[in-house]
Structures are given as C-alpha cells and as structure tokens.
DNA sequence: GTTTGTGCAAATGCTTTGCAATTTG
DNA sequence: CAAATTGCAAAGCATTTGCACAAAC
C-alpha cells in the first residue's frame, strides 16, 4: 500500500468493530479490506476476486459477499449502485463524503461533494424528527459540447 | 380512474413520444402506462403484473420490462433502486419533483423535495460544464424515540 | 405485406444458501 | 472443543433474450 501508517488506523477500526460485535478476526476479513483500501476505484465483487487472485489471494465469492455485509455496516466501504447491474463497492475513509456524478452517454463517474447537502439533511431531520445515518445522491449527466 | 381527464394529458404525451420515436401504440402501452398512473405507490414488476391480472388484463412480464424502458425514456416514468434487489418505478407527473427518505428499520418510504438540490445542480452544471438531466437522493434514516 | 411488438419459455448472471471441512477463540 | 467462518456447488430470482405468432401501420 501506499500509505502503511494510515491503514493501520482503519484496519484497527475494523478490528474494534468485529470485537464488539462478537465477530471473528479471520485473515480473509482483512486481506479483503485491504484490497478495497488499495484503490481509489468502485468495485464489484467481481474485481476484487480477480484482482485478490491476481495478488495470489484465494478467497470465495460467498466470503466476499459475506464481508461487504460486515464493512458496511461497520461504515468503512459504501455500496453503490450506478445504473448497471452490478453492486459497486468504495472505501469510505481518507477520501471525505462525496457524491457521484454518472456520465449517461460513457459511463464515467466523477465525485463532488457540496455542503449544501448537509443543510439538506439537517432540515428533514428536524421536520421530520428522524436520525438520518447516510444519504446517496447521484446527479445523471452529458458533457456539454464545446463551442467553436 | 379518479381523475380521468388529467390522465388523458398524459397519455397524450406518450403518443407523442411513441410517433417521435416511431414506435408502435399498442393497448398493452397505454393499459401499463395507466396501471401506473392509478396509484402513488412505488411498484414493481410483479405488483403491476398482479394488479394488472386482477383486472383481468393479461400482459407478459417481457412486455411490462419493455415498456418500462419506453416510458423511462418518455420521462413519464421514474426508477428507484431502494435497496431491497427489485426496481421499483412510479409516475412522475402531477407529484412534483420529489426524493426519497428509507426508514431502514421499517422499510417505510417518505417523500419530501428541497430547493437547494435545484441550486446544488446548476452549481455542478456550471463548475463540471455539463447538461445534467435528472439526479435521485435518497436518505436513510430511522424515527426518533418519542421522549417520556 | 412489412415490420414491430407480444408472449412464452429458456437462458443469464448476480447474489444467496446449505453443508462439510476448517479455523478461531 | 464449541461455535463461527470458509469454500464449493447448487439454488434463487429479477431481468433479458430468442423465436414463433399476432398486431400495427
């Protein structure tokens, strides 16, 4: 990894958060996380097996499925889905709360993240006096042509 | 149809979109555009396809996810992705503009809609240079305990 | 009459499940 | 060593597809 020092953090968040949970500490749980934690990219369950394979790490489809489940509600990877069929997964640590713009005609994405959400939030949290754990918005999209 | 003219609007618009694009009007077209168009809810297929059944009108699945496509493109209808694995669309005329908030312990759906997402997409529009054509929020939430 | 749409049944592909073997605490 | 986890293969299930028949234009 890149960044050594600041996996240790996560990968001891995750470590507290199987301990409280009464789950167990297997090798594959984290040789999965930090497969997510690599890259800055949305993955499928698809890529990461193959690219866990390609690290000659063999691990089950069933046990990747298994871990999302833990990592997201353990908070350190959120789940997407774009449009495609597919889950898309993303470490959700180190890269700030964003949102995602799809690109409709090439299937880009592209991150922003604007404050202006979180006002949002706060406002149906009281009118409607509920806790609001997340949120996802997508903004469907073209690029604009150039001007000659 | 509690509001049978408001409808005719409606139907209406989808013959214009199906000449534009050179598609035939079948009944099938217009009697799942109708089912649709019947409720506030939030339906999938297999809800239509049984509405549609009890009263007594006979259209295959195939044809339900065809027409889906056509009436998405239309803009008459929307798709929601709520979390559990099936589509859910719902009507996207005479509600207004709306997004969604999921109670995740209940499975409830509330609706609410904000100004500010408007002003959050001209913003994105202006600083990326794009043509953004729609977009969907979705928070998760839970209720507050009511206090004693 | 041509071409497009419909319905059926089979195929697809992501995800889940059941269960024996293994590993963790 | 008891209980949880893994891996494998089979099962599930929403959606898609291929094709013969029917309907629109």
Excluded: W
């Excluded at 700030?96 to 006002?119: A, M, N, V, W, Y």
Aim: charged content about 30%; hydrophobic content about 35%; aromatic content about 12%.
């Amino acid at each position: 990894m890149a960044c050594t020092s600041s996996f240790n953090i996560i990968k001891a968040r995750f470590t507290a958060f199987l301990e409280e949970n009464g789950h167990r500490k297997t090798p594959e749980r984290y040789a999965i996380l930090e497969e997510i934690y690599s890259t800055n990219e949305h993955l499928d369950i698809d890529s990461i097996f193959v690219k866990m394979e390609n690290n000659n790490y063999r691990v089950s489809r069933a046990t990747l499925y298994n871990t999302m489940e833990l990592l997201i509600e353990s908070r350190l990877v959120r789940m997407h889905q774009f449009g495609d069929k597919v889950t898309h997964y993303e470490k959700s640590f180190f890269d700030g709360k964003h949102d995602h713009i799809i690109l409709t005609d090439t299937g880009e994405i592209l991150e922003f993240s604007d404050p202006r959400i979180q006002e949002i939030k706060e406002t149906i949290e009281d009118v409607f006096n509920m806790k609001i754990d997340d949120h996802s918005l997508y903004f469907y999209a073209t690029r604009k042509k150039k001007l000659k």
